[in-house]
C-alpha cells in the first residue's frame, strides 16, 4: 500500500512539468492574432472580417439548383416570399420574405424533395411537386408553408382529383 502510494505521489509530482507547453506553442497564442495598441486620443480602423470561400457546387447541386422555382411565392396566411438564384455564384439562392433574408445552397435529398439550406442561420427551404415551406431547425418550426408557385398549385389540384395510392393500402399486392 505504502508503495502504491509513492508511486502516485511521484507521477503527481511530475504531472505539472509534462502538462506545461511553452507559450510561443500554445494553442490559446496561436488562435488570437496580434492586436495592435492604440493610443490614448485615436481611434481604431475596424476591419470586416473576410468572408468564408463558398465551396463551389458540384454537378449534382448544379442539377438540383436548376429545379427550384424561382419568383415571388404567395404562401398560408397571405405571406410571400421572393426566392432568387444568385447572379454572381451559380447554385445560391437569396430567401427573404418580411423579417428574414437568407442565403441558401442546394443540398441533396434521398427523398428527391428539393432542400435549400442556410446552414449558419438553420433555415431550410423544401420544395415539394405541390407547395414549398422554410424551416428554422434551431427554433424548430415553420416560418413559412403552403408556397407555391403555379406549377405546384396545378399540381395540388391535380393531387385533389387524382389522390395517390394510399402507402399503406395492400389491395392488388397479392394479398
Same mark, same amino acid.
Given at each position: 500500500?505504502?508503495?502504491?502510494?509513492?508511486? =502516485? =505521489?511521484?507521477?503527481?509530482?511530475?504531472?505539472?512539468?509534462? @502538462? !506545461?507547453? #511553452?507559450?510561443?506553442?500554445? *494553442?490559446?497564442?496561436?488562435?488570437? #492574432?496580434?492586436?495592435?495598441?492604440?493610443? +490614448?486620443?485615436? @481611434?481604431?480602423? !475596424?476591419?470586416?472580417?473576410?468572408?468564408? +470561400?463558398?465551396?463551389?457546387?458540384? #454537378? &449534382?447541386?448544379?442539377?438540383?439548383? &436548376? %429545379?427550384?422555382?424561382?419568383?415571388? =411565392?404567395?404562401?398560408?396566411?397571405?405571406?410571400?416570399?421572393?426566392?432568387?438564384?444568385?447572379?454572381?455564384q451559380?447554385?445560391? /439562392?437569396? =430567401?427573404?420574405?418580411?423579417? /428574414? %433574408?437568407y442565403?441558401?445552397?442546394?443540398?441533396?435529398?434521398?427523398?428527391?424533395?428539393?432542400?435549400?439550406? &442556410?446552414?449558419k442561420?438553420g433555415?431550410?427551404?423544401?420544395?415539394?411537386?405541390? *407547395?414549398?415551406?422554410?424551416? &428554422?431547425?434551431?427554433?424548430?418550426?415553420?416560418?413559412?408553408?403552403?408556397?407555391?408557385?403555379?406549377? !405546384?398549385?396545378?399540381f395540388?389540384?391535380?393531387?385533389k382529383?387524382?389522390?395517390?395510392?394510399?402507402?399503406?393500402?395492400?389491395?392488388?399486392?397479392?394479398?
Open positions: 500500500m505504502q508503495k502504491m502510494t509513492a508511486i =502516485l =505521489l511521484l507521477a503527481f509530482l511530475a504531472l505539472p512539468a509534462w @502538462s !506545461q507547453v #511553452p507559450a510561443s506553442t500554445s *494553442k490559446s497564442a496561436q488562435a488570437k #492574432p496580434a492586436q495592435a495598441k492604440s493610443k +490614448p486620443g485615436t @481611434s481604431k480602423t !475596424q476591419v470586416a472580417p473576410k468572408a468564408e +470561400p463558398e465551396t463551389p457546387m458540384g #454537378p &449534382d447541386e448544379l442539377a438540383i439548383a &436548376d %429545379r427550384v422555382h424561382k419568383g415571388q =411565392l404567395p404562401c398560408e396566411l397571405g405571406a410571400t416570399v421572393r426566392l432568387e438564384a444568385d447572379a454572381a451559380p447554385g445560391y /439562392f437569396y =430567401l427573404h420574405g418580411k423579417g /428574414f %433574408r442565403r441558401m445552397h442546394p443540398v441533396a435529398t434521398t427523398t428527391g424533395a428539393i432542400r435549400l439550406e &442556410d446552414r442561420a433555415a431550410v427551404w423544401l420544395q415539394l411537386a405541390n *407547395k414549398s415551406m422554410l424551416m &428554422d431547425q434551431n427554433k424548430g418550426r415553420r416560418l413559412a408553408d403552403e408556397c407555391a408557385n403555379a406549377e !405546384q398549385v396545378a395540388a389540384e391535380n393531387m382529383t387524382n389522390p395517390p395510392p394510399s402507402l399503406i393500402d395492400t389491395s392488388g399486392t397479392g394479398r
